[in-house]
């Protein structure tokens, strides 16, 4: 799994018109799935992002976990993280995982976040047009990838 990870002052999703999902202080997650994506790999990235010290403590230094901060979370799927660009102009995404194995382990992946943070994570739609609106908060971006494990 990769995942780009956005601190934000507030994030939404918009399907067709309609605010789908809508956060104030959390995460904004990118979220791409591979066919050789396990339940190991849920896990790992489900821990890291519960636990990931990136929000300020009481002194502004980044030392406070999402869990520990109360803070949201939006998890949107994103075949494109895996997209390849080495030969031509036109990206290939044969290393993302066909609908048929991503979904199921998007929705594992949703409910295993859930579990772990102790809240229920807002979503887009899998598969769906969306409209990804974020106030980046800091700017803090990170991407992790649970095969590099970094």
Request: glycine share 6%.
């Amino acid at each position: 799994m990769r995942a780009v990870i956005q601190r934000v002052s507030q994030a939404s999703v918009t399907i067709e018109g309609q605010v789908v999902s809508e956060i104030a202080s959390g995460l904004l997650v990118l979220l791409g799935i591979m066919d050789s994506d396990t339940t190991e790999d849920i896990q790992w990235l489900s821990n890291k992002l519960t636990n990931l010290r990136i929000f300020n403590d009481a002194d502004g230094v980044m030392n406070t976990s999402l869990k520990d901060s109360n803070g949201s979370a939006i998890v949107v799927s994103q075949f494109t993280l895996y997209a390849q660009t080495k030969k031509g102009n036109r990206p290939s995404y044969i290393k993302a995982a066909k609908p048929e194995i991503a979904k199921p382990l998007y929705e594992q992946f949703i409910k295993q976040f859930e579990a772990d943070l102790g809240q229920v994570i807002q979503t887009g739609a899998f598969g769906a047009d969306m409209k990804v609106a974020l106030i980046n908060d800091g700017p803090v971006t990170i991407v992790m990838d649970s095969k590099a494990r970094e």
